[in-house]
């Protein structure tokens, strides 16, 4: 990234401390909070940092890079006088990013005179349209039962070894504006993908490239990369930089802009790594206190507002440590976006894909965006009947478990063999299936047919005498 | 009005140190930086002041200005707060947008209350009356249906010497002179308060009237009585914000207060934009022309989250002196919680459990200890009832907030992850919630439903108890193991899960139930279970009882029924009476 728009200001020589990534500097005057600097080690190499504390005299700084090659006396720290920022044009699309925003795919720098502030600032929330339209994922258990919407921020919680790469790369792929059941398809509007990978390996960002690459749509995204070899403490950054980037695309040239970020947990830990050796009080597994409002001033940059008709909708990837849900990074980061889609183990062994465990599931949004003028009228109670019936399946697998399918009532076998061929056919599909929403609500009808209709009470009778299909003949 | 009184020396986040003058007042509002930013002093030491910043500091330097204004962090009250939204120091988010754009900037200082907007006021007293603090002296009509009433500041007393005739006035225009001691006081319609000095009251009344909030499983199975305190702790995705804004939509109080503490901004755009189009079931107009929302998301500043919560249990007790029943939502007190640990690791407190300040338990009392049903300075009667939000890690009760919360709260909802993942919401666990209030509520239904609603309510949740034992008993062995006796009561239990605690916020029949279509309900189903269980009794197998039409009526009923269609109960008991004394008449002999 180019000398941002900053005048030379101050040099100090010397430090008087270094710690880890943590650098204070002594004998400067007049540094702002949260400024940028430029530090240079005895051999002429610059990097940069920023200013975490500033005292009389003293300032402590955050190297990007870290400390490595640093001396007390050689290293050299000039202070840029302003916030870090980064330039934003849409001829970044199509680009490739380290993770502070330098080009790294051998091209230029890209051309322009607007830069904007990697902190961002927050929407004033009378500013915001409330999401409404519905994303098309083409993916059963998403558009069925936990509906994507546009402006909205839904994570995948995953675990090592599954495959939330394929399914946010299958996301991306088929994304399109939701519609009507049954309306004929419309013509695509602007979109960006704007993709931020922080720690994960080599090869998962290849294989997003490659991904991006075979839809046609590489010429749309942007990519910004800090990997797992990459100096840790540029991953703060390296989010704030991909919605900095977004949020120009979304509210100034009106783009429908995904952001794909992964993996928020090595986000975290270089965010614990910092805390720790700043010496600040711990509060959960050694995450600062101020974890929460950290992820939240990324997260929340999510959404629409009135000035302009694109969005930025966002799809954190995080992998829970040890497959735990109630880790802080999952835990704040569910009480953040709106809903989770999260990955089961179980289904993966199974052999389903998406292994999406439908039961802890959730999108927030879902109910203001599907129904009647927007999916099909039966659509909510169609899902709620759904959740309901496959959560009693989980309870009759746990009674069969102990006295044997054998021994269980008629309707309890009804239920079993519902669980079954839910997942088989309604969580399953292939990685190049594109689902319509019709063809998603049709499945989930022909499953709850396999029911009798008086355990379908979530759904009305009237939608029971159009849509059942079963041999149950009651009324 | 505002002199510099030191020099910034030190900054990390919204926390700056500054040296300076030996006059600064604890907890005083200063100006921070060139910019002028609002702050609020925390902590005193020699010259040396610790100031916490409600706006970002990045880009603030040392050898800055700090000024001082002589208040404390106050908020204005009067005439126009209903309908405005605010951010956690009362800056109108409307009027920041209008001048800043869709992006919330630093150094934005605009009135609370409109001083242009001109209000129609009546008096109330005459030149020669007596009035003590908290005297009505007059009043103007806020919206269509709401008296707002012009108070005398609680700290003042004396005789009226000049009041205004009834005309239309600003808040800042005179409406009448009272003379204080020697002195003569020009009043306005405007008075300011600071935030963390509870509004005095006469004496606090007893609460045994409940707070009807249309929720089933609130108002028949766990009441809130008005002026009390209840907490709702959750994991994320139970449902607790869907909670908090159905009560916020029904609950029959004059005036709501709404607090978006640290939450998201798309959950204050919802309020925002559906709340001016729903109509309040009692007054038929709009629920936004009752509603204040202060409106501090994760995203803005900590330190004003800290405040979001002052701010708005003030505007609260204000209405509440002019004798109005307000209910407030705060969502949530856990982010309120970890702002002040943010602020306390800054200052490098010491810290108590899971480095929240030792403070913390005493910040939870202050705050839950300003509700309450009231006798009010000028004799009115009001209540303000506080619903908090809890947001544990990982949906653990045992964290400090929570349990905290618990001491000074005397109603808890507890919300459950394995209801909400099934979807049954209100996810809230039968087993797990309390409220205190049940015996002194009992008296109201009585007199005002004319129903012993506390016995027909104490025997469903023994029936919820008992299925909750017999549940355990079916895991190990399956249902058919059990007598059909049992199995009545699991049958039952179901109408009572599926037909009453459940309920659909989204549904127009079902999002609100009155009181009268609550325990008729209720009536019902219990109904149901005694004659079903005279029948198994006389050796009818369960599944008779399965397989009744009427079952399904009944667990439809809260969405077929409307509120007005009480009658239509009464057909639904005809149809047990007819399908169950068919099957009796055939086991009888």
Redesign the interface.
């Known amino acids: 990234m180019s000398e941002v728009t900053v005048q030379g200001g101050q040099e100090v020589v010397g430090v008087g401390r270094i710690e880890g990534p943590i650098l204070v500097v002594e004998g400067a005057v007049n540094v702002s909070y949260d400024e940028v600097v430029e530090i240079q080690d005895s051999r002429g190499q610059i990097r940069r940092g920023r200013v975490l504390e500033v005292g009389e005299g003293f300032a402590v700084i955050q190297a990007f890079a870290g400390s490595t090659g640093l001396s007390i006396d050689g290293t050299r720290v000039r202070f840029l006088g302003n916030t870090l920022h980064i330039p934003v044009t849409e001829e970044m699309l199509g680009r490739i990013f380290d993770g502070l925003g330098n080009p790294i795919d051998g091209g230029p720098e890209p051309l322009t005179d607007h830069y904007a502030d990697v902190n961002g600032q927050p929407i004033n929330p009378t500013a915001r349209i409330y999401p409404r339209d519905y994303i098309q994922t083409g993916i059963s258990t998403i558009d069925g039962v936990n509906t994507l919407l546009r402006g909205q921020k839904l994570p995948l919680f995953s675990g090592a070894g599954m495959p939330h790469d394929q399914l946010a790369a299958q996301i991306v792929r088929q994304a399109t504006l939701g519609k009507v059941a049954g309306a004929p398809q419309t013509e695509g509007e602007e979109f960006a993908i704007v993709f931020a990978a922080m720690g994960v390996k080599n090869d998962v960002a290849d294989y997003f490239r490659r991904s991006f690459t075979e839809s046609g749509a590489l010429t749309r995204v942007a990519m910004f990369l800090n990997l797992a070899d990459d100096p840790p403490v540029e991953r703060i950054v390296t989010p704030r930089a991909a919605l900095t980037l977004a949020e120009y695309l979304a509210y100034e040239r009106e783009m429908h802009v995904l952001v794909v970020l992964t993996d928020m947990t090595n986000y975290g830990e270089a965010l614990r790594q910092i805390s720790n050796v700043r010496g600040e009080v711990p509060s959960r597994k050694g995450y600062p206190g101020y974890l929460y409002s950290d992820l939240a001033s990324m997260y929340e940059r999510t959404g629409r507002i009135r000035t302009s008709k694109g969005s930025i909708t966002q799809i954190p990837i995080l992998t829970m440590p040890n497959d735990d849900i109630t880790h802080p990074m999952p835990d704040l980061t569910g009480y953040i976006t709106e809903g989770q889609i999260v990955l089961g183990r179980e289904l993966n062994f199974a052999g389903i894909y998406p292994p999406v465990a439908v039961l802890p599931s959730l999108s927030r949004l879902m109910k203001d965006g599907i129904g009647k003028n927007r999916t099909r009228d039966d659509h909510p109670r169609w899902g709620a009947q759904l959740y309901a019936a496959y959560a009693k399946t989980q309870d009759v697998r746990a009674l069969a478990s102990v006295i044997g399918e054998e021994e269980l009532s008629e309707v309890d076998q009804k239920y079993l063999k519902f669980g079954r061929a839910f997942e088989r056919e309604f969580v399953n599909q292939s990685f190049t299936e594109n689902r319509t929403i019709e063809r998603t609500l049709e499945i989930g009808w022909k499953l709850l047919s396999m029911l009798p209709k008086k355990e379908l009470t979530r759904v009305t009778l009237d939608e029971i005498a159009q849509y059942y299909k079963g041999d149950d003949a009651s009324n | 009005m505002s002199d510099q009184v030191g020099t910034i020396?030190?900054?990390?986040?919204p926390v700056v140190r500054a040296r300076g003058s030996r006059n600064v007042g604890m907890l005083e509002l200063v100006e921070v930086g060139t910019e002028r930013l609002v702050g609020e002093v925390i902590g005193l030491k020699g010259d040396q002041m610790t100031v916490q910043v409600y706006e970002?500091?990045?880009?603030?330097?040392?050898?800055a200005p700090v000024y001082g204004t002589g208040l404390p962090l106050s908020v204005e009250l009067g005439p126009g707060l209903i309908q405005s939204?605010y951010d956690g120091v009362q800056r109108p988010?409307?009027l920041?947008?209008a001048a800043?754009?869709?992006?919330?900037?630093r150094g934005a200082r605009f009135d609370p209350i409109s001083r242009e907007k001109k209000w129609k006021f009546s008096p109330r007293v005459k030149v020669g009356d007596e009035v003590k603090g908290g005297a009505i002296l007059g009043a103007v009509m806020e919206t269509d249906t709401l008296e707002h009433r012009i108070m005398l500041n609680p700290d003042d007393s004396g005789t009226v010497t000049w009041v205004a005739a009834a005309g239309e006035y600003t808040v800042t225009d005179a409406i009448a002179k009272v003379k204080v001691g020697k002195e003569e006081k020009s009043v306005s319609m405007l008075q300011r308060w600071p935030v963390r000095r509870a509004r005095p009251f006469t004496n606090r009344r007893g609460a045994n009237i409940p707070l009807i909030t249309g929720q089933r499983i609130l108002d028949t199975f766990f009441p809130v009585a008005k002026g009390g305190a209840a907490g709702i702790p959750g994991?994320?995705?139970s449902g607790k914000t869907v909670t908090q804004h159905s009560i916020a939509k029904w609950a029959d109080a004059e005036v709501i207060v709404y607090i978006?503490c640290?939450e998201?901004?798309?959950e204050?755009?919802?309020v925002?934009?559906e709340f001016p189009h729903l109509v309040d079931p009692r007054t038929g107009r709009p629920l936004m022309e009752r509603t204040v929302l202060i409106?501090n998301?994760?995203?803005?500043p900590?330190a004003a989250r800290e405040a979001s919560i002052y701010t708005g249990i003030t505007i609260a007790e204000y209405y509440r002196d002019m004798g109005y029943h307000v209910a407030l939502m705060a969502d949530s007190t856990s982010?309120w919680a970890?702002a002040l640990?943010?602020v306390?690791?800054r200052l490098?407190e010491m810290?108590a459990e899971?480095?929240y300040p030792a403070y913390l338990a005493g910040r939870l009392a202050e705050f839950y200890e300003r509700a309450g049903y009231v006798d009010n300075l000028n004799g009115t009667q009001g209540s303000v009832s506080i619903v908090g939000a809890v947001?544990p890690?990982?949906?653990?009760f045992s964290e400090p907030v929570t349990q905290h919360t618990k001491r000074f709260i005397r109603c808890f909802w507890a919300l459950d992850?394995s209801l909400?993942?099934?979807?049954?919401f209100p996810a809230i666990n039968w087993l797990d919630s309390y409220s205190e209030y049940i015996d002194d509520v009992a008296a109201w239904w009585r007199e005002k439903v004319g129903k012993d609603w506390l016995t027909m309510r104490n025997r469903a949740m023994e029936l919820l108890s008992e299925e909750s034992r017999l549940s355990q008993i079916?895991?190990?062995?399956?249902?058919?193991a059990l007598p059909y006796t049992e199995r009545m009561v699991l049958e039952t239990t179901r109408l009572i899960r599926?037909g009453i605690l459940q309920q659909n916020a989204?549904e127009a029949v079902d999002a609100y139930s009155s009181v009268e279509k609550q325990i008729r309900l209720l009536e019902l189903v219990l109904y149901f279970h005694e004659r079903g269980m005279a029948i198994i009794k006389r050796g009818a197998p369960i599944n008779l009882i399965h397989?009744l039409p009427v079952?399904?009526t009944i667990?439809?009923a809260k969405s077929t029924v409307t509120n007005e269609e009480m009658h239509k109960f009464d057909d639904i008991q005809k149809q047990i009476d007819e399908q169950m004394g068919q099957l009796d008449a055939e086991y009888r002999s």
């Open positions: 020396t030190w900054i990390s986040g970002e500091t990045a880009g603030m330097q040392t050898g939204i988010l409307p920041i947008e800043m754009g869709s992006f919330i900037n994991p994320f995705g978006g640290g998201r901004g798309n204050m755009t919802e925002l934009q409106a998301t994760s995203n803005m900590v982010r970890e640990r943010e306390s690791g490098e810290p899971e480095g947001s890690p990982g949906g653990d992850k909400a993942s099934a979807r049954h079916v895991k190990l062995v399956g249902p058919d599926e989204t397989d079952v399904d667990i439809r």
